[in-house]
């Protein structure tokens, strides 16, 4: 089957997680810049999240651009992927009302290491799918800025217990690690 609906469907849910998490931004009721120091953890953590979709959006689309069709399977792991970014707008309304405390920064690096699994997932599918000599497969390789992520979230999660700060850190280490464009599968496109 063609891919245009997954395509579609994963960009629409996408934008309402964006959606959402905009809308946990309450308006003060002061009108003074006073007033919006209350707001400062929770812009913090909304930005961080925006720049997560905004990595996910950007590197779901490039995986799908190497891609010719898809499966049942690969409906089922997007849909897996979908699942754990939708749960970003809560941890990230949870961190930033907590003031990014441990428990709340500790479950925002649990969603974040479930979605790294589930997109690895996806990969593993459309790869599977297409061959191993696929142009998707070649440009995947190794990915290890995939796998790096995975250990850093995970040495992070109890990290977030020692000192929330560092480990709050080290997601944004994430984040900056992955807004350096990834043009592994474009290199292979076009070449």
């Known amino acids: ?24 931004l309450k308006v003060p009721h002061g009108a003074d810049l006073a007033a919006l120091r209350p707001l400062i953890p929770v812009f913090v953590s909304y930005v961080l999240s925006f720049i997560y979709i905004g990595i996910y959006w950007n590197n779901h689309h490039h995986l799908l651009q190497a891609v010719r069709h898809v499966n049942g399977r690969i409906l089922w792991a997007n849909l897996h992927l979908l699942f754990w970014l939708s749960l970003i707008p809560f941890v990230t ?3 930033g009302e907590n003031h990014f405390t ?25 790869v599977a799918h297409h061959g191993r000599d696929s142009a998707l497969a070649i440009a995947v390789g190794r990915d290890f800025k995939g796998k790096i992520s995975v250990v850093l979230y995970a040495v992070a999660i109890p990290l977030a217990f020692v000192n929330s700060w560092v480990a709050f850190g080290v997601y944004i280490l994430v984040a900056i690690m992955w807004l350096i464009p990834d043009r592994r599968i474009e290199k292979t496109l076009t070449s």
Not at 1 to 24: H, P, Q, Y
Not at 102 to 116: D, E, N, Q, R
């Open 1 to 24: 089957m063609g891919k245009g609906r997954l395509e579609a469907f994963s960009d629409g849910v996408l934008a309402i997680i964006i959606t959402i998490m905009v809308l946990e």
């Open 93 to 95: 309304g949870w961190m």
């Open 102 to 126: 441990a428990w709340p920064i500790a479950l925002y690096g649990t969603v974040l290491l479930f979605c790294a699994i589930a997109y690895f997932i996806l990969t593993l599918a459309l």
